[in-house]
């Protein structure tokens, strides 16, 4: 049975657009371990992407979606998920949580996320 390829969907706790990302950059570089948004702090130095994180990103079969908690979508049932959050999607219905909000507070670096989904999504198979 063909179905729709998987997708990562990243969830980050933060509103998108220009204004939000300038007004996070402050805090990022000040207190970077009290940003509210752990996967923002993980995988985005003050101003860009993370180059290992890119890197891995592109390295992945899953395609990947990024969505700032202002354009989550209904569909993906938004108002019960705590952010941030990481989602596995593969076929109609609703995406799963691969990594919750909880999760992602606790992992120490960027190459705690990357092993963790490594190790997620070879599970999934």
Do not use: N
């Not at 980050?12 to 990022?28: E, I, N, R, S, T």
């Amino acid at each position: 049975m063909a179905g729709r390829a998987p997708t990562l969907i990243f969830v980050y706790k933060a509103d998108g657009g220009v204004m939000h990302a300038l007004a996070g950059m402050v805090p990022k570089l000040v207190a970077p371990q009290g940003y509210p948004c752990r996967l923002c702090a993980l995988t985005y130095g003050a101003v860009a992407m993370r180059r290992e994180w890119r890197a891995f990103l592109a390295a992945q079969a899953p395609s990947s979606l990024f969505l700032y908690r202002d354009e989550l979508r209904e569909d993906l049932d938004g108002r019960d998920l705590p952010l941030p959050a990481v989602l596995w999607a593969r076929g109609p219905g609703q995406p799963r949580v691969l990594i919750g909000a909880e999760e992602l507070a606790a992992l120490g670096d960027l190459d705690a996320l990357i092993g963790l989904l490594r190790a997620r999504i070879a599970a999934l198979g």
